[in-house]
């Protein structure tokens, strides 16, 4: 019989339990002897590179004007160890200002590129939006007040953006 097609031990076989199973058959004996394919592998955090580069070709960064800037940031993300991007906007015109990575074991959102923070904090938070590469841009998600790794991009309270002060008139 093939491996692939042979009961596991203590699976009934015919309707009958096989003769290595006891009826109290806590596994931990079965298990350590167990030396075939892994059948559970542990889950790895998404990674959400790819989407956010896309974003950033196709929607933040577009066009000619912003070719350097473009390469400037897509070239952090190459070099970022980081699994995980997020996107800071000044509003709700979406326009770029900065690219965080976002380490949620940690929850920590440091800055690698841009104009913003160098960290940002849940409470510091307004919007958070989703891309969508099918049609090229961004939605606001209402549903949730945190953030999490289905977040591609946000946008901060505006009263943390520094505006310049204006300074002595020169007469």
Same mark, same amino acid.
Not at 34 to 41: E, N
Not at 57 to 82: F, M, P, R
């Given at each position: 019989?093939?491996?692939?097609?042979?009961? $596991?031990?203590?699976?009934?076989?015919?309707?009958?339990?096989?003769?290595?199973?006891?009826?109290?058959?806590?596994?931990?004996?079965?298990?350590?002897? !167990?030396?075939?394919?892994? *059948?559970?592998?542990?889950?790895?955090?998404?990674?959400?590179?790819?989407?956010?580069?896309n974003a950033i070709n196709h929607c933040c960064l577009a066009g000619g004007a912003n070719a350097e800037l473009k390469k400037t940031?897509?070239?952090?993300?190459?070099?970022?160890?980081?699994?995980?991007? *997020?996107? *800071?906007? $000044?509003?709700?015109?979406?326009?770029?200002?900065?690219?965080? +990575?976002?380490?949620?074991? @940690?929850?920590?959102? *440091?800055?690698?590129?841009? +104009?913003?923070? @160098?960290?940002?904090?849940?409470?510091?938070?307004?919007? !958070? !939006? =989703? !891309?969508?590469?099918?049609a090229k841009s961004f939605s606001c998600i209402q549903s949730t007040k945190h953030l999490s790794v289905s977040i591609d991009a946000? +946008?901060?309270?505006?009263?943390?953006? =520094? +505006?310049?002060?204006?300074?002595?008139? =020169?007469?």
């Amino acid at each position: 019989m093939a491996p692939q097609l042979m009961p $596991r031990r203590g699976a009934a076989v015919g309707g009958v339990m096989s003769a290595s199973s006891s009826e109290n058959d806590s596994g931990s004996k079965d298990s350590e002897e !167990y030396s075939g394919p892994k *059948l559970f592998v542990k889950p790895t955090s998404k990674s959400n590179k790819n989407l956010i580069i896309n974003a950033i070709n196709h929607c933040c960064l577009a066009g000619g004007a912003n070719a350097e800037l473009k390469k400037t940031v897509l070239d952090e993300i190459n070099i970022s160890q980081s699994k995980h991007f *997020l996107i *800071l906007f $000044r509003g709700a015109g979406l326009q770029y200002r900065a690219l965080y +990575t976002y380490s949620p074991e @940690r929850e920590l959102v *440091l800055k690698i590129h841009g +104009t913003g923070p @160098r960290q940002v904090t849940n409470n510091m938070m307004d919007k !958070y !939006y =989703k !891309y969508n590469s099918g049609a090229k841009s961004f939605s606001c998600i209402q549903s949730t007040k945190h953030l999490s790794v289905s977040i591609d991009a946000f +946008t901060i309270q505006s009263e943390l953006w =520094k +505006t310049k002060k204006p300074g002595p008139s =020169k007469k």
